[in-house]
């Protein structure tokens, strides 16, 4: 028979730059049966043996699996089975969307298993198939569930105490989220997502969305999208974090000095990082994005007496095919007044922050570099505000396609005046040494990171070198 070079069919749907694949194991010996089609729920499905199930009856049964019957089977070598590495902000949105596509386009995957004897039949074989597929009457529910992706990414750490006396164990970011994604047949897309972090301490926290603050609410938005154009509204990555974006790779240490994430906050309120209360409208072309963000009336944060009165931002990037990037962007935030409070913190004026990067990479080196300048955004240790210039710098190489290192440095200095004078300043160096598991994705990795801190506090003192050990795992459903 022809066995469909089933030792190693891999199942391939592409989509856009993505390849999502459904393998199966090249080691398993499949079973010298022939495969057999049907029709099922109005879709014309093939089924492929894959393995035989031992029983104690002797009575032995052979499982197949069945997809959608156009769709194509071809082999990938291993070394191309290799998902996107692992995206943030507005590109992790773009690879979820393409995960959600090619799950639609492979359909429901089913699995009947026939009893040896009877395969030799492809009549008898595609008539039990059916028979299973229909007592199975709660197979149907599961087109609810298709376009939606829940996931569970888990980050724990082990990193120096604040006076580098001990380690200890943290947690460094883990969260989960649902993320559904629908295209309807008029070309409209629909988008949606929550995620938040993980507490430990309170996993009911979660999903209990009226004491979620916004650093534990990452995100939480709906969108609607019609070719090139999307407008959303909620809470989600920024204008400005398009661009500082380019530099935040690092597992623990890092974007000290682009103004994403002021003020020890998620940026939400300034409108930098992961802003909230926010209408989008974003613009997505071959070679060119734009993106413009407005937040109406909304809270401060918490050390300023003050609302925003209104919040705006704009970010545009250029594209060279795959390999360049460069861009530029900013967010404008309306005071409702400047108090005597604020001008004890050095907050003198409305909300200003810039910066512009640029970024290259091959196959197995990526560079970047963000320039940034901000007014009454960025604070020192002690919650003072100032004027300042920073930068930052980020390259990686991958030595294989499991191992990765990166180094990247990062500047922030005052600009000295009669509001602020003082001695603080931030000169990082930042190392990195990352290992991926199985293939090079590094949504799953382990790695250790180590900070060397040339700069000054408020006061004088320098900061002491530290590391940190950690690793992430990605549970994708």
């Known amino acids: 028979m022809n066995k469909y070079l089933i030792n190693f069919i891999l199942l391939s749907i592409s989509y856009g730059d993505t390849i999502e694949y459904f393998n199966y194991d090249s080691n398993r010996s499949i079973p010298n049966v022939d495969a057999f089609s049907l029709d099922y729920k109005n879709e014309s499905l093939m089924c492929y043996p894959t393995k035989i199930i031992r029983t104690k009856s002797r009575k032995d ?82 087109h609810w569930f298709l376009p939606a992706k829940f996931y569970i990414s888990l980050r724990p750490q082990i990193s120096n105490t604040q006076d580098n006396r001990s380690f200890k164990l943290r947690d460094a970011g883990s969260r989960a989220g649902f993320f559904y994604y629908y295209r309807f047949d008029n070309g409209w897309d629909l988008t949606t997502q929550y995620e938040a972090t993980i507490n430990w301490d309170d996993l009911s926290s979660f999903i209990n969305l009226s004491t979620q603050s916004n650093n534990s609410r990452r995100l939480s938005y709906i969108s609607l999208s019609y070719n090139h154009y999307t407008v959303l509204v909620g809470k989600y990555w920024s204008a400005y974090y398009d661009i500082a974006s380019l530099t935040d790779k690092f597992m623990t240490y890092g974007a000290l000095a682009s103004g994403a994430f002021n003020n020890k906050s998620d940026g939400s309120n300034s409108g930098t990082g992961r802003a909230d209360y926010m209408l989008q409208f974003n613009i997505d ?9 407005i937040q109406f009336k909304h809270k401060a944060d918490d050390n300023i007496d003050t609302n925003y009165r209104y919040n705006i931002g704009y970010s545009y990037q250029y594209f060279s095919g795959t390999k360049f990037k460069i861009g530029t962007s900013f967010v404008f935030g309306k005071f409702q007044s400047i108090t005597t409070h604020m001008h004890n913190i050095g907050l003198y ?129």
Not at 62 to 91: A, L, M, N, W
Not at 112 to 137: C, E, F, G, H, M
């Open 285 to 293: 072309k071959l070679n060119h994005d734009s993106t413009i963000q």
């Open 61 to 142: 049964l052979v499982s197949f699996v069945c997809i959608k019957k156009d769709i194509p089977i071809q082999y990938i070598p291993q070394e191309k089975q290799v998902s996107p590495t692992e995206q943030q902000g507005r590109d992790e949105t773009k690879k979820l969307k393409l995960q959600i596509a090619n799950k639609e386009n492979i359909g429901i995957i089913y699995n009947v298993s026939i009893p040896i004897k009877d395969t030799s039949s492809l009549w008898l074989s595609r008539t039990i198939a059916k028979q299973q597929l229909n007592d199975n009457y709660y197979i149907e529910y599961l």
């Open 349 to 477: 004026g409305d909300d200003v922050a810039i910066t512009a990067g640029a970024s290259y990479s091959t196959d197995k080196h990526f560079f970047s570099g963000i320039v940034s300048y901000s007014q009454n955004h960025m604070n020192d240790e002690k919650g003072i505000y100032f004027d300042g210039y920073g930068a930052e710098l980020y390259y990686q190489y991958d030595y294989t396609n499991q191992t990765r290192f990166a180094i990247g440095y990062n500047y922030l200095k005052p600009k000295l005046n009669s509001h602020y004078n003082s001695p603080f300043k931030v000169s990082t160096t930042i190392l990195s040494l990352q290992y991926t598991f199985n293939k090079r994705t590094f949504d799953d990795l382990v790695y250790v990171e180590l900070s060397i801190p040339n700069g000054r506090l408020s006061d004088g003192q320098r900061k002491k070198t530290a590391i940190s050990f950690g690793f992430h795992y990605l549970i994708d459903l």
